[in-house]
């Protein structure tokens, strides 16, 4: 019984030294202090992920928010945040871009992605949706302060 739990944990220990991090001296909870002050709300996803990869290292927002699919304000294409990732992670191009959600524009979607300063490895996706939401570059300046205070 003993052997086996030290082999479970031992496991467990291998696999999460293999998952990616953030950078030494962020820690996530300080991370997501940062963002529930600087761009916090119930329509907001921020995913920090490995450049080339993909993989995702952090989620500010739950899966549903991460996944929900919005205008990606070029053209009539419908996104999300999750799906966007990958392609920020290959080309690591900046970009911040906002259009209405809803008819009338009482609605509006903002995304803001691209590499991380100061750190060449990982890039970003940001998404906020809502009656407030701001533009994709605001969306892009809280989120570069809010790594900053985080420790970035």
């Given at each position: 019984?003993?052997?086996r739990?030290?082999s479970?944990?031992?496991?467990i220990?291998t696999?999460?030294?293999?998952?990616?991090?953030?950078?030494?001296?962020?820690?996530?909870?300080?991370l997501e202090a940062?963002l529930?002050?600087?761009?916090?709300?119930?329509?907001?996803?921020?995913?920090i992920?490995?450049?080339?990869?993909?993989?995702v290292?952090?989620?500010y927002?739950?899966?549903?928010?991460?996944?929900?699919?919005?205008?990606?304000c070029?053209?009539?294409?419908?996104?999300?945040?999750?799906?966007?990732?990958?392609?920020?992670?290959?080309?690591?191009a900046?970009?911040?871009?906002?259009?209405?959600?809803?008819?009338?524009g009482?609605?509006s979607v903002?995304w803001a992605?691209?590499?991380?300063?100061?750190?060449?490895?990982?890039v970003?996706?940001?998404v906020?949706?809502?009656?407030?939401?701001?533009?994709?570059m605001?969306i892009?300046?809280?989120?570069?302060?809010?790594?900053?205070?985080?420790?970035f």
């Open positions: 019984m003993v052997r739990a030290l479970a944990i031992l496991c220990a696999l999460a030294g293999c998952a990616p991090g953030l950078p030494k001296g962020v820690s996530s909870e300080k940062a529930d002050d600087k761009v916090g709300d119930q329509n907001t996803c921020v995913l992920g490995e450049a080339g990869s993909g993989k290292v952090f989620r927002g739950s899966h549903v928010v991460c996944g929900q699919a919005w205008p990606s070029q053209g009539s294409d419908l996104t999300s945040a999750e799906a966007q990732l990958p392609a920020v992670a290959k080309s690591r900046a970009s911040s871009l906002s259009c209405s959600t809803g008819a009338g009482s609605r903002g992605s691209g590499p991380l300063e100061g750190h060449a490895d990982l970003y996706v940001a906020m949706e809502g009656t407030t939401a701001p533009p994709g605001i892009a300046e809280h989120i570069v302060s809010a790594l900053r205070t985080a420790g």
